[in-house]
């Protein structure tokens, strides 16, 4: 069974744009929002940014599953991964309409 994941990718950098469309042309799709299978993602982008230093990556995705949100950064080979909290207001009956 698959399970699809929308990304979405920023590149934060001032490198030119044709080194831009290089590395999307070596990812072999347009990461920058698209719905697919890409379950190296951590270990591409890992990879990638320690061959291109100083360039941040910020991959959100947002998978099938309702609580499957999250943001991962990618800078110089290492990586920060933050899952989305889900956070309820506790219950106040002076709010109820």
């Not at 080194?19 to 698209?34: A, V």
């Not at 949100?69 to 109820?96: L, P, T």
Request: proline share 1%; hydrophobic share 35%; with cysteine.
């Amino acid at each position: 069974m698959s399970y699809y994941t929308k990304y979405e990718l920023t590149i934060v950098s001032d490198i030119d744009f044709v080194h831009l469309e290089d590395l999307i042309q070596k990812l072999g799709f347009n990461p920058f929002s698209s719905s697919c299978q890409w379950y190296e993602h951590e270990c591409d982008l890992t990879q990638y940014s320690m061959q291109n230093q100083n360039i941040l990556f910020i991959l959100k995705g947002q998978g099938e599953d309702t609580e499957d949100i999250w943001v991962k950064y990618f800078k110089n080979g290492k990586k920060q991964v933050c899952r989305a909290k889900i956070i309820y207001d506790a219950f106040d009956e002076s709010k109820m309409e």
